[in-house]
């Protein structure tokens, strides 16, 4: 009997083992990410990240930096965006199967790498918990004001994390509905608002030079740049030579979403009321009424907000931790989902005291962040790649 | 077997949802605020809070109780006082079995006595209030605005109700400016910080339909002046028309010929018009050209001997009501010059949109340039149709 349970012990023993080696012999060929999503599902995902962050950020921030030439900045923030994104589709060219987790490890080798490397994933985490914070304040404050704020993030949280745990393709599919949809509503929305409209109040451009335009450019990019996420997203790309090609498509139609909110929201409140809103655009859909039978559409613009929202932040807690699992070799990413989650929810509800503290962060520090890390650290990757001559095996 | 005991226990747990949110409303606990009038009174409290509040039951029993007691009023007007609009708001609270809710305020009304102390200590209330739209429409008043609220209006049950449709009327016929909260927070926040809302005023009618008390009724035909916040003047109902010109907004405005030339009485109807401001400035100072040009139709005409077949005679007809309207917007630039020394026609927002470097030396001293600004205005009327006659059908008239 004893014997017995010896001998099934030491089976088992053995089986595990012989399953970790084999782990540790694939470990480098095998992504833990097993999904795959085509060029359309790229463009779709990095549109709906770029512009559920930037709805709910930008607008406000820019127009109190750039004023009447808000909107003109978006167009000079789509045109940098451009050209990073050229330097990360040419680094997910260059190591291909690779996101920058695993070519930082190339490049810099296997302790250097995994210090830069734990930046990219740590940045995610940063920004899903402060974008998934700002959301449930403004559900707070425009819809369920006795709530306990805490429910709602903790809701948020919820949802995302269980999105993020089902894989890249479950949040690639949700944006190619959620995508089209946000876009055609934020276009009726606008169209919606032109009776409120005046163009004189965005008038004259450029009256203090170019300097506001040049103030609110980086602030855009800081935004924007977000998409540095498309280097995880070309590894598990079906098609990763078009990634240029997508990232392009989806900050174009970004653009034109977060430039025309601008545009619009500066002509129907005027400046001075719109760098004083917390969301521009929650406001604008309050302005819709045609006569008296289509009003109130707010909460529908809130639905699609918060369901991209909601659809973004699990990318980010997706991101973060496929990073991590590349950098410590798990075999799954997936049991770090809830507790990404938990972390992130964390630092949402206790590094702010109160909104004064959370504006302040989001509309100084974490741009100054987001450009270190989107442009600076990818640039240095760059470099070091080039100095060093490293290139990925495929 | 696990997984059914899982699936229950999943199930039961929703039921803890059932109960609903914490925010959430019943339309049975609410009183929903229709209208909404702010007023400053004397002492330690000085903001009068009226609110007009819609009375459920009697919507629903109208046919059912008719003989049952006395006629139920449609809406109930109740008022506080308080440090602040928030302040009045919660103490009005605390008298009403139920909760106040401003998510269907339609007119915000300000009485004389908050007007000329200022509107800036009750704006940043109603903006900030999450119930309260930016589509709200704003009124002035030279009484009190709580008793307008009181005050019941002919055919409508609801006193408010009729006061957004004479103000809708008001705006089609293009005689006073729609003005919603977002406009006039524009306004203040604009260049000169001038605004204008429609005046709402109780006046003394002799033929006063029948029951709506005392004679009085409620009526919108003059435009309140705001600068810096402060009611400073009120226009006169023909500067109100030259007003809707300056905005551009003089679409569906009667204009009145009186005659001038021994003839009768005729009224035209603008179908579309614009108008542009366009400022120029050079050595001797600013100056600004505005050009009305509108298409009109004929709507009434007791003139004797004009045959209105003739394009000759409608030219003489463009050409008076053209005179009429270039003295109405003479008239009002020149009291928004010298008068009332508040910029409310926009010349400094389109100096500043078209000579934005000019406007920059000007800015400061805007108030003391802005009387000096020369002006010149022309107008182009063309009188498309008669309507759906062409003579007046007087025997005789037209051989003459």
Known sequence: MRREITGRLQEDCRRISGEFSEQIAKEGEQ????????????????????TS???????AMLVAAAGRDAWLSVLGGWFINILVAALYAYMGLRFPGENFVQYSMTILGKYLGRIVGVIFPLFFLLACATFLRGLSRLVNIAFLPDTPYEVILVSNFLVSAYIARKGIEVSARMTEVLGPLFFVSGIALFLMVIPSMDMSRLKPQFADGVLPFLKGTPLVQAFFGLCVIMAMFIPVCNRPEKAFQAKFAAISIG???????????TGVFGVEQVKNMYSPGLMLARMVHFGTYLERIEILWMVILVGASIVAGAIMLWAFS???????????YQPLVYPAALLALMFGLVSFPGSGEQSKFTHYTFPLLALGVEVGLEMFLLLAALVFGKRGSA | MRRAIAFGLVLLMTLLLTSGCWDYRETDQLAIVYALGLDRIPGS?????????????????????????AESKAFTTISGTGKSVFDAISRLGRKLPRRLYFAHTKIIIFGRTLAEAGLGDVMDALNRNPEIRRT???????????QILAKSTPLERLPAKGLEMIAEKAKRNAFVPEVNLNALNCRFDGVPGVAFLPLVQLVKDP?????????????????????????VGI???????????????????????????????????????????????????????????????????????LDLNDPASLKKLEHEAEQVITKQVETTITDAETGLDADFVGFGRQLRAEYPAEWKQVETSWKDIFPSVRFEVVCHIEIVNTGVMNNPSRPGAGKE
């Open chain 1, 31 to 50: 992504m833990p990410e097993k999904g795959i999503i085509n060029s359309k599902q790229f463009a779709w995902l990095l549109f709906i990240i770029i």
């Open chain 2, 235 to 305: 226009l006169t109902r023909d500067e109100s028309k030259g007003l809707m010109w300056l905005i551009n907004r003089p679409q569906g405005q009667n204009v009145t010929l009186d005659g001038a030339g021994g003839a009768g009485v005729s009224a035209l109807r603008i179908l579309a018009g614009q108008t542009n401001i366009v400022p120029q400035v050079s050595e001797n100072g600013i100056s600004m050209e505005i050009t009305c040009s509108a298409r009109a139709n004929v709507r009434e005409t007791e003139t004797v001997g």
């Open chain 1, 322 to 332: 496929l990073g991590i699992a590349q950098l410590v070799g798990l075999q799954s």
């Open chain 2, 136 to 146: 709200t429409l704003m009124f002035a008043t030279d009484g009190s605005a709580n």
């Open chain 1, 255 to 265: 653009t034109l979403f977060v430039g025309m909110l601008t545009a619009f929201g």
């Open chain 1, 53 to 59: 962050v930037s709805t709910s950020q930008i607008p």
């Open chain 2, 45 to 69: 409290d000085p903001i009068l809070l009226t609110v007009q509040v819609v009375t459920p039951a009697a919507g629903t029993s109208m046919g059912a109780s008719a003989g049952a007691g």
């Open chain 2, 207 to 231: 033929g006063s339909p029948s029951g709506s008390g005392a004679g009085e009724n409620l009526t919108i035909s003059r435009t309140a002046i705001f600068a810096k916040q402060h009611l």
